[in-house]
């Protein structure tokens, strides 16, 4: 069955340094989206795309953000300056189509950051 | 105020239980209702999701929305131990709306032998 799937599985960085989660969605895929969870906490929603274009972004998805998708199968997060409060379960996730069919998200397994 | 209220847990049952989890909201725009099962340190993984109101079932699963009370529910028949997981909640608008969904904190079940 095709699956999501996200490296690296674990991440460890200092504060300051920049960080890019990898990701490759499933392949017939159009839309995609990258959350977060915070040790504890909801699974919180960060940023979605399609078309090459940021769809739609939370209050979270700051400048230090930005997603890319660098060729047909990647899609990336980076985080240009870590903070401590970044440290988090980060989660890839894709549909086949979006709009009133954005509710059929398959995630993947998550990259778990540590920022010390 | 997009807020999705459900209580984390744990809830325990022995195996062959009924489970019953619930969250309720407060946005009236929600439309679509979905169910995630979490294993620790896993990824969501989409279990079920039901439009507006009313039943829906899927072997052991059965989901059911109460618009008017703005109540979702996800039963669990004949629980099994490889049931035990974190079952978060989450719902999106329609069109015009946000699709994005918003997540409850997630119940932990654990199913003992």
């Known amino acids: 069955e095709p699956e999501v799937t996200q490296t690296p599985s674990h991440q460890v960085t200092q504060m300051g340094q920049e960080v890019i989660l990898r990701c490759v969605p499933i392949?017939?895929?159009?839309?995609f989206y990258w959350y977060r969870q915070i040790l504890g906490q909801k699974v919180e929603f960060l940023v979605s795309?399609?078309?090459?274009?940021?769809?739609?972004k939370s209050e979270i998805f700051d400048d230090q953000f930005s997603v890319e998708r660098p060729d047909g199968s990647n899609f990336t997060l980076k985080i240009r300056s870590t903070k401590l409060e970044d440290s988090a379960m980060y989660f890839c996730?894709?549909?086949?189509?979006?709009?009133?069919?954005?509710?059929?998200?398959?995630f993947g397994p998550g990259t778990r950051l540590t920022v010390t | 105020q997009k807020e999705v209220e459900q209580d984390p847990g744990p809830l325990s049952v022995p195996e062959g239980a009924i489970v019953s989890l619930n969250c309720t909201y407060s946005?009236?725009?929600?439309?679509?209702f979905m169910w995630y099962r979490q294993y620790s340190r896993k990824g969501p993984e989409l279990l079920m999701y039901?439009?507006?109101?009313g039943n829906k079932e899927d072997g052991r699963f059965t989901a059911q929305v109460d618009k008017s009370s703005k109540y979702i529910s996800l039963f669990i028949r004949d629980s099994q131990p490889s049931d035990s997981a974190t079952y978060l909640c989450?719902?999106?608008?329609?069109?015009?709306?946000?699709?994005?969904?918003?997540f409850g904190r997630g119940t932990s079940l654990i199913v003992h032998p």
């Open positions: 996730a894709s549909s086949e189509r979006g709009g009133d069919f954005s509710h059929e998200q398959y």
């Open positions: 392949s017939n895929h159009l839309y």
């Open positions: 795309f399609y078309n090459n274009e940021i769809s739609e």
């Open positions: 946005n009236s725009a929600f439309q679509y």
């Open positions: 039901t439009y507006s109101s």
């Open positions: 989450a719902m999106s608008e329609e069109s015009g709306g946000s699709y994005i969904p918003t």
